[in-house]
Nanobody, 121 residues
Framework: QVQLVESGGGLVQAGGSLRLSCAAS????????MGWYRQAPGKQRELVAA???????NYADSVKGRFTISRDNAKNTIYLQMNTLKPEDTAVYYC???????????????WGQGTQVTVSS
């Protein structure tokens, strides 16, 4: 099996910063794309940022210039540095990963359990 564990969420005032981490573990053969999504109450889950195994990145327009996604392939870990946080960034943040397990022929997408980020005004 494969597990994704997020950490680093919490409560912060508007204008502040947080850094999220997501570590993948288990029977991992290799990982392609990894990403961060978020879901606010009453809203659909949306992509925040994604990163390929080669380091190419993609961001939602709402976070460009404020958030930075990075990756440590040796640790199967991604990070999300969030600066200049706004109340509208409040949501549960989930990471996901496109994984081929050891000895498997196909790829599957795995999700973490989510971490709450709350930004007060």
């Amino acid at each position: 099996q494969v597990q994704l564990v997020e950490s680093g969420g919490g409560l912060v005032q508007a204008g502040g910063s947080l850094r999220l981490s997501c570590a993948a573990s288990g029977s991992i053969g290799n990982i392609n794309d990894m990403g961060w999504y978020r879901q606010a109450p009453g809203k659909q889950r949306e992509l925040v940022a994604a990163i390929t195994s080669g380091g190419s990145t993609n961001y939602a327009d709402s976070v460009k210039g404020r958030f930075t996604i990075s990756r440590d392939n040796a640790k199967n870990t991604i990070y999300l540095q969030m600066n200049t946080l706004k109340p509208e960034d409040t949501a549960v943040y989930y990471c996901n990963a496109d994984v081929r397990r050891i000895y498997a022929l196909r790829r599957d997408v795995y999700w973490g359990q989510g971490t709450q980020v709350t930004v007060s005004s």
